[in-house]
């Protein structure tokens, strides 16, 4: 089956520009993660999707980052300004839906995408 | 609110030895455990698993189990070998939406 796929796998910009991130999920996927991988640091995540739905963005900085999910399969994520701190990779994951009773919650993850901000 | 400890690294290891990583975890409820890998250039990706305590996952000569008492999540290897050289996560999901927490990672350089 085919994987996540991101694009781009490689940005730079200058601070206080915008950028944008894509996602395709694994089809038949419903939930749908970004997570923000700053380097020598674990994966944090950003925003969870189930179908179109969000669950959680409790750790978005929602005065500059922005995620959307129409129809609930792909995904974009979007940072306007972006500051200096936002260097990182930005990892997109996918899994079967979530919830109390659905078993253990096992990731794929795309190859990420490294944003540079200068 | 949930939080991974893991054993900083880098950890570097002769080809053949002994790995532990160690992991430790606080969570509500009853998480599963999970240990992720990156080799180099290429995505996360899954290792092993355990649901529930004293679940042992495994996989690729890789063991790790769910110890509640000690809330810990160890990974083991009794041979490492060079191909194993990548950065290892432990991680937990718990909660309605299962939401998973990773550690910092430990690099693990097995040189021959």
């Known amino acids: 089956e085919a994987g996540v796929a991101q694009s781009p796998r490689y940005k730079i910009i200058e601070k206080r520009q915008s950028v944008a991130f894509w996602c395709n999920p694994i089809?038949?996927?419903?939930?749908l993660y970004w997570y923000q991988q700053i380097l020598g640091q674990g994966p944090k995540l950003l925003i969870q999707f189930q179908n179109n739905g969000v669950v959680d963005d409790s750790q978005l900085p929602k005065d500059r980052f922005s995620a959307e999910r129409l129809k609930g399969v792909d995904s974009t994520l979007k940072i306007q300004p972006a500051k200096l701190e936002d260097s990182a990779v930005y990892l997109c994951a996918s899994s079967l839906p979530v919830g109390l009773f659905s078993g253990a919650n096992v990731l794929t993850f795309g190859a990420g995408s490294r944003l540079t901000v200068l | 609110g949930n939080s991974v400890t893991q054993m900083e690294g880098p950890v570097t290891l002769s080809e053949e030895a002994f790995l532990t990583i160690n992991c430790t975890y606080t969570a509500t409820g009853y998480p599963s455990l999970f240990w992720y890998v990156q080799y180099p250039g290429e995505g996360l990706q899954l290792l092993l698993k355990a649901t529930k305590a004293d679940d042992k996952g495994s996989n690729k000569g890789f063991e790790a189990t769910y110890r509640k008492e000690t809330t810990s999540f160890h990974l083991e290897k009794g041979s490492v070998q060079v191909s194993d050289s990548a950065v290892y996560f432990c991680a937990l999901s718990s909660g309605g939406y299962q939401k998973v927490t990773f550690g910092t990672g430990t690099k693990l350089q097995v040189i021959p």
């Open positions: 089809s038949g996927h419903a939930t």
